[in-house]
């Protein structure tokens, strides 16, 4: 069950995790899909550290959610 809890947060969290927007006003630069990755595999990592798990597999988990994030319909689209 953990492992399935983690997978399913894992991919949650790093399907938004390059959302946000630019606040200094330069485009929108989490549209990018190393920007993406790179969020995705942090917030992989921190989530599968809090729950017990690896960190790696969570990181690499959560960086292969948040390229995929690219094609979600309903978020904005990779530049």
């Known amino acids: 069950m953990r492992k399935f809890t983690l997978l399913v947060a894992a991919i949650l969290v790093s399907a938004v995790a390059g959302c946000a927007s630019d606040p200094y ?30 960190k790696t597999t969570g990181a690499l988990i959560g960086a292969v959610g948040g390229a995929l994030s690219c094609g979600v319909p309903g978020l904005p689209a990779c530049n």
């Open 25 to 54: 006003g330069y485009g929108n630069a989490a549209n990018n899909p190393t920007i993406r990755t790179l969020g995705g595999a942090a917030a992989g990592a921190v989530i599968a550290d809090a729950t017990g798990g690896s």
